[in-house]
């Protein structure tokens, strides 16, 4: 039996005007709470979607046939039984591996599958390694918002063993699910119906309102458009505000110029700056690249952890005692120059506090603190090869802009068949 799956084969947004560039403001009212690994995200998420009478929006970067996606995919069947409108979107890498009968089985039940910038493997290996769609977001019935770093995988639960992931995402209800539910929609191809209101915003929002309300919310992206660096300029501008603490957890910490030189501005001027780093890596390289950096922040006072207990792979942060930021994004050229991502800003100050609590135990539970004054051996090699290995990481985004397989499609979408 053959079944269809839509391929999205470009990051180019879909031809709607009203769904290109698209900016969101600040929105007021809502409810946050934080979601801290599979134990806590997976049960939400699944409920909120059993609840489902009308429509499901997903993104993610990685589903795997395991015992995660297999209870996904058997809640998106069902839903799409019930005749709720269900739209998956997955990365064309991340989801590589899926199987044709796990994906026909969704399609076969009315289930609309997206493949973001899929490529079939040349002798065994897969091309398409760069500029992924990266996002994990999920929006129920416009009424409920998910975002974050977890993805549809066993590896997010404790029970996976020493692998496991330590991770963050959000749930929202209020008016930015709105906003989550039209950027998702737009993303996903479909046509936008504007609501009442809605104006294409010629100027960006400010990352840092002016009011200090609680249950303030923003959606951030980066695409390779017209946000390129939105999410690398909230993190800039909110670091420049600081005045009394800054906590960043990132999975891969790999920033430009100007975003270090914020950090350790706000740690010179007397802001208390904790960075949590990754101590048993899933990629050994992202701390050998972390560690290149660790003698420019350490000198003006930067504390630095290195998480021990497992992977890390969370991206949030929090800025003195009411914002704080979670999403997709991490802080290394893939995701500040390449890959789709989505964060929420957020001003609330008991969601700052209880995100503080969490990082702060991890911090003093399972982390080792780098020593401030570290004479390396060999510190003439490791200033050359630093030297380096930062300017290779940073013109890497420009590079890879060469291969072929990035050179821009026009036509957004392909149809595809595979057979079952």
């Known amino acids: 039996m053959s079944v269809a799956v839509e391929h999205i084969a470009t990051d180019q947004p879909p031809d709607d005007a009203k769904a290109r560039d698209l900016d969101y403001g600040w929105q007021p009212g809502n409810r946050i709470e934080l979601l801290e690994n599979g134990e806590a995200y997976f049960p939400a998420v699944f409920e909120a979607m059993r609840q489902a009478q009308r429509e499901i929006l997903l993104e993610t970067f990685i589903l795997f046939e395991d015992k995660v996606g297999h209870e996904l995919q058997g809640i998106l069947i069902e839903a799409a039984q019930r005749g709720v409108k269900v739209i998956v979107s997955l990365d064309g890498f991340g989801c590589g591996e899926l199987s044709p009968a796990f994906l026909g089985e969704l399609a076969e039940a009315g289930v ?4 973001f910038d899929p490529a079939a493997k040349i002798v065994g290996i897969r091309t398409n390694w760069f ?27 404790a029970d996976f063993g020493p ?26 191809g479909r046509q936008v119906r504007t609501r009442r209101g809605w104006r294409r915003r010629q100027q960006r929002p400010s990352v840092w309102p002016t009011h200090t309300d609680d249950g303030l919310v923003r959606l951030i992206y980066r695409d390779n458009l017209q946000h390129r660096d939105d999410i690398e300029e909230a993190y800039i501008h909110a670091l420049s505000k600081a005045q009394k603490r800054v906590v960043i957890a990132n999975a891969y910490f790999f920033p430009g110029y100007r975003l270090l030189r914020e950090i350790r501005n706000a740690a010179r001027r007397g802001v208390q700056v ?19 950096l660790y003698d420019y922040l350490l000198k003006d006072g930067v504390v630095i952890h290195e998480y021990c207990q497992r992977p890390l792979h969370g991206k949030v942060a929090l800025v003195d005692d009411d914002w704080s930021t979670v999403g997709s994004s991490n802080l290394d050229p893939l995701s500040l120059s390449l890959n789709l991502e989505a964060n929420v ?17 991890l911090a003093r539970n399972h982390c080792q603190t ?19 290995v930062f300017h290779v990481m940073r013109h890497f985004p420009a590079l890879t802009g060469w291969l072929p397989a990035h050179r821009p499609r026009l036509k957004p979408f392909e149809s595809q068949a595979h057979e079952h």
């Open 345 to 361: 800003l957020i001003r609330d100050h008991a969601f700052n506090q209880q995100l503080y609590q969490s990082l702060e135990t």
């Open 131 to 157: 500029r992924r769609l990266h996002r994990k977001i999920v929006v129920v019935d416009a009424a409920v918002g998910f975002i974050g770093g977890i993805n549809f995988s066993a590896d997010h639960l």
């Open 370 to 388: 780098m020593p401030e004054k570290r004479k390396p051996r060999l510190w003439l090699w490791r200033l050359t090869v630093g030297f380096l």
């Open 274 to 292: 904790q960075l949590i780093m990754q101590g048993q890596p899933d990629v050994l390289l992202a701390k050998l690249a972390a560690r290149m």
């Open 112 to 115: 609309t599958v997206q493949m």
């Open 163 to 188: 692998e496991a992931k330590q991770d963050y995402a959000v749930q929202v209800s209020g008016p930015a699910v709105a906003d989550l539910h039209h950027f998702a929609l737009a993303q996903s």
